[in-house]
């Protein structure tokens, strides 16, 4: 990304010295435009500073990356709306503005998550060190937060009155894990992920945690019973005929 300063000096020289210093670079990282030579007048009479523009490349931080390609991603999908950044202690928080926030949500969030992950994706790349980033518009994520909550609530009353699993509405990364979170403290159930994506599922399972082993590995839990070795009755054998007997071409024998 190109910036540029303009510093005024008594000389060409001096003016490019100043800026060099101001940004604290060397003449090799720069190029000069002399915007306005110095002049001397009669007898240091009515004397011009001389003005140059220096510019230089800067790297870009979080927000200025995020800046620059949401605007370009935005404009690319021809969609007319505008975003506040703001950091936080471990995140860059996103909020989008527009006249059609549906445009914007997309269904089920769909077209505010893939912004979301492109963003996070062309920003973190080749980075040093990862900038986690949030996208939000209209409070969109809170609602949405607040009716997933719900919904593991209705779910796990529905499982531990019927005793019997429910498997819900496929759902991203980031819903999955408000479901698991909801319900992580409850005793009598648990709740596991199935399929793949974009089609990947919830399970809300009946039954105690401890008695369950790795579900969402497909094994089934182990039961608890004993089973003592089973005693066998001796019992008398019926007599039992060997004599051969034909039929056809085969012959075999007959056991009582």
Avoid: C
């Amino acid at each position: 990304m190109t910036k540029s300063i303009e510093v005024q000096g008594r000389t060409e020289d001096e003016a490019i010295e100043l800026a060099l210093e101001q940004l604290n670079l060397s003449r090799d990282d720069v190029s000069v435009e002399i915007i306005e030579q110095a002049k001397t007048g009669f007898l240091g009479l009515k004397s011009t500073p001389a003005i140059v523009k220096v510019s230089y490349e800067a790297k870009e931080e979080g927000p200025q990356k995020i800046e620059s390609f949401l605007t370009g991603l935005l404009k690319r999908m021809d969609i007319e709306a505008g975003f506040d950044i703001s950091e936080k202690e471990d995140s860059v928080e996103v909020n989008l503005t527009g006249s059609d926030p549906g445009v914007l949500i997309g269904r089920r969030g769909e077209t505010l998550d893939a912004i979301q992950h492109l963003t996070n994706y062309v920003v973190n790349r080749g980075a040093s060190e990862r900038i986690r980033i949030n996208f939000d518009t209209e409070g969109y994520r809170q609602r949405r937060s607040e009716s997933l909550e719900n919904l593991a609530g209705r779910t796990a009353g529905k499982v531990v009155k019927y005793r019997k699993n429910m498997t819900l509405d496929p759902m991203n990364a980031y819903e999955r894990h408000i479901i698991h979170a909801a319900l992580q403290d409850n005793a009598q159930i648990s709740t596991f992920s199935i399929g793949s994506e974009p089609n990947r599922r919830v399970v809300v399972a009946y039954g105690n945690k401890s008695q369950k082993s790795d579900r969402s590995s497909g094994f089934r839990s182990e039961s608890h019973r004993s089973h003592a070795p089973r005693q066998s009755t001796p019992r008398s054998e019926a007599p039992r005929s060997e004599a051969p007997r034909s039929e056809g071409t085969k012959t075999y024998r007959e056991w009582s």
